[in-house]
């Protein structure tokens, strides 16, 4: 009865409601709900407060699944999928038959190497274009696959930054304006000239800041050197990689959403409304360097907030009226596990990386190593550290996922949902781990499923997810990298799931909702605005839509 109803919303609202003539989503990569509302006393009158006092704001937008990772969100703020039903289950997987990682956004088979190949579903894009002749959809961000999931598989074009260039560019799977980026590229140098600093601006006062943030010196060593940045203001930059580690990476990608709109006449044409997806990458760079209790990070929303600013003020002046603007994240962030500690929080990370092929159990990291010994023991295996990897259980981690070495089962004669559920069981005798699921377990029907395995069964798919799925507390995060250093997202916990849902602009209505919802929603959400059907079953229309 629900479907039944928004469909008819759908195809009702072009004969009541005119459409926006561009629609511009952007998502701030890594970007917490909370920050509105721990810096809103700081915020511009025209940048998110824009959409939270003059628009919609949802104070409750939560993924419901668990990979919280930058390619499934961006595939699901574009398709209104999760990623069970879009196949974007993390950034990487790995193809069982090559026995290779695949990335999320990968084509071997394009000059540029990028393409939405790997998207399964529908996105908005592609329903707008199936259905509006004339409508274009273009993505741009500073990261490929933010741009890519985002605009769809029949998008007119996506673009993404290549700081080697240094410039933007595109792949052979889209018709790319190169004129355009001919004329775009070469004003980018000019852009490091204006920020070779990174300074501490004074949007907030410092008294406040020591409450706002917690950033001691003494825990600084646990952030991520990234070049010459450094882990404390004032931040040196020296190249444009650097750049885009800092909020002005974000400068980049609006002045060329900008040229986009200017050169591809977005928004001119009242009988085929144009979309555009703006992905702000540069504040999960600098996000998992600094960490969310950072005064990078405090710095990084305040510039943010004022880019955006600006960038309405431009598409006010163009389209006075005649667009509308959604704002959400792809994901959240959990604190550095030793700043959470040290605000006395439980908190620390969990090791499971890759070895090297040669390696040893003894070279295993030390996560790593009790899980395989765990799991062995219960499977009556008898290992030592002198056993070499290729004798392990798991021949391949990627987060959240542990893959298995099917020739050491298949030599051993073993029993692979007896293996599964010996990892499986192993993992959650370890510090920091939240509970596991066999694919088994999740390929099966249970109508009594706890909100953690509802949560990673959307996050599913047999084929290209592990043979064991792993999840942390809240706290603990996957260690990535040879230091203690940086943080990182990708749980069920509310820091990694809730995130801002905003919007403005022509049949937006004005208010604020406290009721539980997903970005997921978004897709449907516009389709009702340029009257086409998109988005999940599961999903729905959002209230602040007009009538």
């Given at each position: 009865m629900l479907k039944r109803t928004i469909l008819l919303l759908v195809i009702a609202l072009p004969l009541s409601a005119k459409?926006?003539?561009?629609?511009?989503?952007?998502?701030?990569?890594?970007?917490?709900?909370?920050?509105?509302?721990?810096?809103?006393?700081?915020?511009?009158?025209?940048?998110?407060?824009?959409?939270?006092?003059?628009?919609?704001?949802?104070?409750?937008?939560?993924?419901?699944?668990?990979?919280?990772?930058?390619?499934?969100?961006?595939?699901?703020?574009?398709?209104?999928h999760v990623p069970a039903r879009s196949g974007i289950v993390?950034?990487?997987?790995?193809?069982?038959?090559?026995?290779?990682?695949?990335?999320?956004?990968?084509?071997?088979?394009?000059?540029?190497?990028?393409?939405?190949?790997?998207?399964?579903?529908?996105?908005?894009?592609?329903?707008?274009?199936?259905?509006?002749?004339?409508?274009?959809?273009?993505?741009?961000?500073?990261?490929?696959?933010?741009?890519?999931?985002?605009?769809?598989?029949?998008?007119?074009?996506?673009?993404?930054?290549?700081?080697?260039?240094?410039?933007?560019?595109?792949?052979?799977?889209?018709?790319?304006?190169?004129?355009?980026?001919?004329?775009?590229?070469?004003?980018?140098?000019?852009?490091?000239?204006?920020?070779?600093?990174?300074?501490?601006?004074?949007?907030?006062?410092?008294?406040?800041?020591?409450?706002?943030?917690?950033?001691?010196?003494?825990?600084?060593?646990?952030?991520?050197?990234?070049?010459?940045?450094?882990?404390?203001?004032?931040?040196?930059?020296?190249?444009?990689?650097?750049?885009?580690?800092?909020?002005?990476?974000?400068?980049?990608?609006?002045?060329?959403?900008?040229?986009?709109?200017?050169?591809?006449?977005?928004?001119?044409?009242?009988?085929?409304?144009?979309?555009?997806?703006?992905?702000?990458?540069?504040?999960?760079?600098?996000?998992?360097?600094?960490?969310?209790?950072?005064?990078?990070?405090?710095?990084?929303?305040?510039?943010?907030?004022?880019?955006?600013?600006?960038?309405?003020?431009?598409?006010?002046?163009?389209?006075?009226?005649?667009?509308?603007?959604?704002?959400?994240?792809?994901?959240?962030?959990?604190?550095?596990?030793?700043?959470?500690?040290?605000?006395?929080?439980?908190?620390g990370r969990v090791d499971f990386q890759n070895p090297k092929k040669n390696a040893t159990f003894a070279d295993l990291a030390p996560d790593r190593r009790q899980l395989e010994k765990l799991a062995a023991k219960n499977l009556r295996l008898k290992v030592t550290d002198k056993t070499p990897v290729t004798d392990a259980l798991v021949s391949y981690f990627e987060e959240p996922a542990l893959y298995l070495n099917w020739p050491r089962l298949a030599a051993a004669h073993l029993d692979s949902d007896r293996v599964k559920r010996a990892l499986r069981d192993a993992a959650k005798q370890i510090r920091g781990i939240r509970t596991a699921f066999t694919s088994s377990d999740l390929i099966a029907v249970d109508p009594n499923s706890s909100d953690i395995e509802t949560a990673m069964r959307l996050s599913f798919r047999a084929d290209r997810s592990g043979d064991v799925l792993v999840t942390l507390k809240p706290g603990y995060i996957w260690k990535y990298s040879n230091g203690d250093n940086g943080t990182t997202h990708g749980q069920a916990v509310d820091d990694d799931q809730h995130v801002p849902l905003l919007l403005f602009g022509r049949g937006i209505a004005e208010g604020t909702w406290s009721d539980e919802v997903a970005p997921t929603f978004l897709a449907k959400t516009i389709g009702a605005l340029v009257g086409v059907y998109a988005g999940g079953t599961e999903t729905r229309v959002l209230p602040c839509v007009k009538p």
């Open positions: 459409p926006p003539d561009l629609i511009v989503v952007i998502s701030v990569d890594q970007f917490r709900y909370e920050y509105l509302t721990r810096f809103a006393p700081y915020l511009s009158d025209g940048g998110f407060n824009r959409a939270i006092k003059h628009g919609a704001n949802f104070t409750r937008a939560l993924y419901p699944y668990a990979v919280t990772y930058t390619g499934p969100g961006h595939a699901a703020i574009g398709t209104g993390a950034n990487t997987w790995l193809d069982r038959t090559t026995a290779t990682p695949v990335y999320c956004a990968e084509d071997k088979r394009v000059v540029g190497g990028y393409s939405p190949l790997n998207l399964d579903s529908d996105s908005l894009g592609d329903r707008l274009q199936e259905k509006v002749a004339g409508s274009k959809v273009i993505g741009v961000a500073l990261k490929d696959r933010a741009a890519i999931l985002m605009a769809g598989r029949k998008a007119t074009t996506a673009y993404w930054f290549d700081p080697k260039m240094p410039g933007f560019t595109s792949s052979s799977y889209y018709h790319a304006n190169r004129t355009m980026l001919n004329a775009f590229n070469p004003s980018v140098p000019a852009v490091l000239t204006q920020h070779h600093e990174w300074t501490q601006s004074t949007f907030i006062p410092t008294t406040d800041l020591a409450r706002l943030t917690h950033d001691p010196v003494s825990l600084r060593k646990y952030k991520t050197r990234h070049g010459n940045l450094g882990v404390e203001f004032p931040h040196p930059i020296t190249n444009i990689d650097e750049l885009t580690f800092t909020p002005f990476g974000n400068d980049l990608v609006i002045a060329f959403a900008e040229r986009i709109i200017d050169d591809e006449h977005l928004g001119t044409d009242d009988a085929a409304p144009d979309l555009l997806f703006v992905g702000l990458s540069s504040q999960d760079y600098l996000g998992h360097a600094y960490g969310p209790d950072s005064l990078e990070v405090a710095d990084s929303v305040m510039r943010t907030d004022r880019q955006l600013e600006e960038f309405f003020n431009w598409l006010d002046q163009k389209f006075s009226g005649r667009y509308t603007v959604a704002i959400t994240a792809d994901h959240g962030v959990q604190s550095i596990p030793e700043v959470a500690r040290d605000l006395g929080r439980d908190a």
